[in-house]
């Protein structure tokens, strides 16, 4: 069985316009892995989007449609779902296998949704906490999260034939914070304790950065040196309490150095800036992504910042149906590390609810693609070759 949805509108599709859509299945076709379409990022307004269901998620929409629900549009956030550096980061581990063969090592998850982990996982990719746990001489990628010099080093000491995957707007926070730890700074790193991103950037410069979480660890700061302090941030942050935090360091230390460029990437900000454009003119809020995931968190947060009720889901079989009663207008993005399938997916089921008012409302376009890491296209060179 074969689930597929249609976004069609007579005329070509407009972002900001109502999209009819057309459920369909094909009984010839047995149930087969979703497909991601598109490299996970939403479909581009004008073009038609399709996806390839599980056969469990089909019968869950039929089974819906026979329940009454007062859904009367679904407003989808653009843009959503898959940024560059998670793009690039699929894309390196898919390659290496595809060059190398199954096994490719991964030090911890590629990116954070476990949909993705799972997929690659069946294709051959090993995850795993540690380098210590990969085999002598082993292909390894690292994740988009970034590493610590040490991890590089113990890498190097076991021979294995690495490829960094790091969002190269992570790799830009290492050599800020790695540039002002050499400058003599005390370098304050706005991020969320226990996260890889944070881990890898203080790992650049062990006891010259010091984490700080909120406004009330500002305050509680204590610097060998008040006129030699500098600060970077996380990418994945939520934009407003960032601008908080970093006007409360502004405060407390008026000669702070701070990146010419703000650290929060490009795609957090836009996918905070389309939930917030929506969020006021739905009853409800859904955001797609896994719970490790702090860029979709985030995106939570905003939404319900606006007084709208909000959840965060790994996929349909998440959706609680109490959270429909009574709601008219339903809105819907993804995380950066969400595939687009699992949006059509939300879709389908909505469509078999008997919805049949799809608005896409754009908050800004994006076109940021980044090459694939300098060793893969080596590696793939040498190959061709």
């Not at 294709?123 to 010099?149: K, L, M, Y």
């Not at 969320?192 to 984490?211: K, N, S």
């Amino acid at each position: 069985m074969r689930v597929r949805v249609f976004l069609m509108q007579e005329g070509g599709i407009h972002r900001g316009q109502a999209i009819q859509m057309t459920l369909c299945h094909d009984h010839s076709v047995s149930p087969g892995a979703p497909a991601r379409g598109a490299r996970g990022r939403s479909a581009p307004a004008g073009a038609g989007a399709s996806v390839t269901a599980p056969a469990s998620a089909y019968n869950q929409a039929v089974e819906s449609a026979e329940a009454q629900t007062a859904i009367e549009r679904i407003i989808l956030a653009a843009p959503r779902g898959y940024c560059a550096g998670v793009d690039r980061a699929v894309q390196t581990v898919e390659r290496a296998l595809e060059l190398y063969g199954a096994p490719v090592y991964v030090r911890k998850e590629i990116v954070h949704n476990k949909n993705v982990v799972a997929d690659l996982r069946e294709r051959g990719a090993v995850f795993v906490d540690e380098v210590d746990e990969v085999p002598e001489g082993a292909v390894t990628v690292f994740s988009a999260h970034g590493i610590a010099p040490a991890v590089r080093e113990r890498s190097q000491a076991r021979s294995l034939v690495t490829i960094d995957a790091t969002c190269p707007l992570v790799t830009k926070v290492h050599v800020e914070a790695r540039k002002f730890a050499e400058a003599g700074y005390t370098v304050i790193l706005v991020g969320h304790d226990g996260h890889e991103e944070v881990e890898g950037t203080m790992g650049e410069a062990p006891g010259r950065i010091v984490l700080v979480q909120d406004e009330r660890d500002v305050d509680q700061l204590s610097v060998p040196d008040e006129s030699r302090v500098a600060f970077v941030t996380q990418t994945t942050l939520s934009v407003d309490e960032t601008t908080a935090i970093v006007a409360r360091l502004r405060e407390r230390f008026p000669e702070i150095k701070g990146p010419r460029r703000e650290d929060i990437c490009y795609a957090t900000t836009n996918r905070q800036a389309a939930v917030k454009k929506i969020a006021s003119r739905c009853d409800l809020v859904l955001i797609i992504g896994s719970r490790n995931s702090s860029n979709s968190a985030r995106l939570v947060e905003v939404a319900r910042a606006c007084g709208t009720e909000s959840y965060l889901i790994d996929s349909l079989r998440e959706l609680d149906p109490g959270w429909l009663e009574g709601k008219r207008t339903v809105g819907i993005s993804s995380g950066a590390s969400a595939p687009e399938h699992l949006v059509e997916e939300l879709l389908c089921h909505f469509r078999a609810l008997g919805v049949g008012q799809v608005e896409e409302v754009e908050a800004t376009s994006e076109d940021v693609r980044f090459m694939l890491p300098k060793e893969m296209r080596l590696a793939l060179q040498s190959g061709a070759a």
